[in-house]
C-alpha cells in the first residue's frame, strides 16, 4: 500500500529500546534548537532593534513548559514503543499509533511543541518569541501536515481514515466536546 515516500521512511529497527533511544536524542535535538538557540537569538535580535518586552509570567510559563514537555515524552514513548519507530518522517512508525496521548489528538508532539515554545516566549517575557512559536504552528499546519497525512493514509489506508474522522488535529477530544 505504501509507495515509496521520500520523506516519510519506516523505521529499519523495530527494536523498542533502540528506536525510543533515537526518539529522545530527536527530542533533545529539537529542543536545544527550536526552543532554546533560536528563542536566544530573537532575545538578541530584541535587544539589538530595542523592542520591549512584556513583564513576563514566569511560574505560569515554567508550569506550562512542563506539562507540554511531559506531553511530548509521553508522546514521542507512545510512538516509539507502540509504533515500532519514531517520530522522525524518516524513520517513522512501522504501525498507527491511536493511543496514548493519540487517542485525543492526531499529532500531539505538534501541540507540546508548539505550546512548549509559547512557553519559552512567557518565560522571557517575549513576544517575538510567541509569534515565533505560532509562526511554527502555522507552518506545520499548512506545509507539513499534509504530507505527513497523505504518507499516512497511504501506508495505513481505512484505519488511517477512520481515525482522522474521529479524532481532531489541535483540539483534544476533552476540548471539542465528543
Keep these: 500500500m505504501n509507495k515509496e515516500n521520500p520523506i516519510f521512511k ?3 529497527s523495530k527494536n523498542g529500546i533502540w528506536n525510543l533511544i533515537k526518539t529522545f536524542i530527536q527530542t ?9 538557540l533560536i528563542p536566544l537569538g530573537i532575545l ?5 532593534f530595542g523592542i520591549s518586552r512584556f513583564p ?3 511560574a505560569i510559563g515554567w508550569i506550562l513548559f512542563l506539562a507540554f ?6 508522546s514521542g514513548y507512545t510512538m516509539s514503543s507502540l509504533g515500532k519507530g519514531t517520530p522522525l518522517p524518516i524513520d517513522c512508525p512501522n504501525e498507527l499509533v491511536i493511543e496514548g496521548p493519540y487517542k485525543s489528538v ?6 507540546a511543541g508548539i505550546g512548549q515554545g509559547v512557553c519559552v516566549g512567557l518565560i522571557y517575557g517575549s513576544f517575538t518569541i510567541i509569534l515565533y512559536a505560532l509562526s511554527g504552528a502555522i507552518l506545520w499546519h499548512v506545509l507539513v501536515r499534509p504530507i505527513e497525512e497523505k504518507d499516512l493514509e497511504d501506508r495505513f489506508g481505512e ?7 474521529k479524532v481532531k488535529c489541535w483540539l483534544p477530544k476533552l476540548l471539542n466536546g465528543k
Design 56 to 58: 513576563a509570567q514566569t
Design 106 to 111: 492526531r499529532n500531539p508532539m505538534a501541540v
Design 159 to 165: 484505519s488511517y481514515s477512520a481515525y482522522k474522522s
Design 28 to 36: 533533545g535535538f529539537f529542543w536545544l534548537f527550536f526552543l532554546y
Design 44 to 48: 538578541e535580535l530584541e535587544a539589538l
Design 10 to 12: 519506516p523505521a529499519k
Design 69 to 74: 514537555s511531559s506531553l511530548g515524552i509521553y
